[in-house]
């Protein structure tokens, strides 16, 4: 309770001393071009309005001519700063309403000149429109003074009344212009929060997504750990050890990445039990787009041809002719993995349906080109009408996709098409992959055959890790 008395009086009287004798700040030029050619026009408007009140001054007071130069120029000096110094423009145009009364003759019903009145309630919505209330609120408490003072009593009320309105619409627009202001950046923040959690929900999904890749080969090297004393014989005690304790690991990392997919995985939501697509999905895709009425022409070329070896990095030529095409034996083609196969059937699904959807009617094209090292999907269309940001998930879940499989992708418009360009590296061949597969398919000698005999048994590891699942 002692802290109450100080603390109001200083938020009282803070805006007086702000608006008496605080330095203020002056306030930034317009920034139009057309006030370079306003702002001298103006000062001659003023230049001429003061001629106008010295010879008003002139014809109906008895002063000398310094006093006729002195409150001609301070009837129009004040509006000169209100621009930038509304503040100081009040002070000055205050301190007028005293000299600017000098030597009134009886004909004249105010004591000051017209010029003089029409200035400083110009300076009074100036003031009110970028200041704050309670500083206008003082500047109009103040200005009534000398109404009061000097005017006679048949005007002296009128007068107050249009100082309050002008300051009272002033306020009105004032707290207009804070609202908009404040409107304008609360729907900038909204935008920003709607981007930001457009990308964390695409970041879920392809988490989700990439748990179901990356379980599925957890699962079958658990698979493999755990059968492989009974479909390889002769294996010492130790690799057997070895052989449980990596399935025993792969176990592990699918229990832990389950519950990773439960905290990302919403309450309601569903689990997919179907298979991720990938690139042998594509011709479906591309065929339901068609099926929609959507224009689509697909090129192949590269590893991406069916059964076509890569393509040198060089050559950006026209697509290779699958029936001509070198044929590559499989094991020396760009091995592509279940993430980018899905991150690839994604991209593309997302392009066509932002084709559809933004650009109806217009034809698209999709190259996919198979490299060494990456595979290139370039997907265009026309433009329709005017490229417009969209708050989606579309564009951000590409480039998350890219990304996280160390790739890029650029969206944008190209002259009259908007192309996105994806670039998703693919995985080296591995060399021992052709003698481990050799080994794989080759038959089983009559020893190992023997040793595999209890079908029951090899079985029943494999089945537990599927139930573990």
Do not use: C
Request: hydrophobic letters at 45%.
């Amino acid at each position: 309770m002692e802290t109450i008395g100080p603390v109001t009086r200083r938020n009282a009287t803070g805006p007086l001393r702000r608006l008496l004798w605080s330095l203020e700040t002056p306030r930034p030029a317009p920034r139009a071009r057309a006030w370079i050619y306003v702002q001298p026009l103006g000062l001659l408007a003023l230049a001429g309005l003061g001629l106008a009140a010295g010879a008003y001054l002139t014809e109906t007071r008895k002063l000398d001519d310094v006093w006729v130069s002195i409150v001609a120029v301070g009837s129009v000096l004040p509006v000169a700063f209100t621009l930038r110094r509304p503040v100081l423009a009040w002070r000055l145009g205050f301190v007028m309403l005293f000299l600017g009364t000098l030597e009134p003759s009886a004909q004249e019903s105010w004591p000051w000149n017209t010029v003089q009145i029409l200035g400083f309630l110009l300076i009074l919505g100036r003031l009110a429109v970028v200041e704050d209330a309670s500083l206008t609120i003082w500047a109009t408490a103040l200005s009534l003074v000398p109404v009061f003072v000097y005017a006679p009593d048949a005007n002296a009320w009128g007068a107050a009344i249009l100082l309050v309105a002008i300051a009272a619409l002033g306020d009105i627009v004032a707290r207009r212009r804070r609202t908009r202001a404040l409107l304008a950046e609360k729907e900038e923040l909204t935008e920003l929060e709607r981007a930001k959690r457009a990308v964390l929900e695409e970041r879920t999904r392809i988490a989700r997504e990439m748990h179901d890749v990356v379980a599925h080969h957890m699962s079958m090297i658990a698979v493999r750990a755990e059968t492989a004393p009974y479909r390889v014989g002769e294996l010492s005690p130790a690799a057997k050890d070895e052989l449980a304790g990596i399935a025993s690991s792969a176990r592990e990392a699918l229990t832990d990445m389950r519950r990773l997919l439960g905290v990302l995985r919403a309450e309601e939501g569903e689990a997919l039990l179907a298979p991720q697509p990938g690139l042998a999905e594509v011709d479906d895709l591309i065929a339901n787009a068609l099926a929609a009425g959507v224009d689509v022409t697909f090129r192949r070329s590269g590893s991406f041809a069916a059964g076509a070896g890569p393509e040198p990095d060089g050559d950006r030529g026209a697509p290779v002719d699958n029936s001509q095409a070198p044929r590559e034996e499989p094991d020396r083609l760009p091995t592509l993995g279940g993430a980018a196969e899905l991150a690839a059937y994604r991209i593309l699904q997302e392009a066509l349906a932002n084709a559809a959807r933004h650009a109806p009617g217009a034809p698209v094209s999709i190259d996919a080109r198979g490299l060494a090292d990456r595979l290139e999907l370039i997907v265009r269309n026309r433009v329709t009408g005017p490229v417009t940001p969209s708050p989606g998930h579309g564009l951000p879940g590409m480039r998350e996709r890219a990304t996280l499989l160390g790739g890029t992708l650029s969206a944008g418009p190209d002259g009259d098409d908007f192309v996105v360009r994806a670039v998703l590296p693919l995985t080296p061949p591995d060399p021992t992959a052709s003698d481990q597969s050799t080994d794989a398919t080759r038959p089983p000698s009559p020893r190992r055959s023997a040793d595999a005999a209890p079908s029951t048994e090899a079985q029943r590891p494999a089945d537990a890790t599927r139930e573990a699942q």
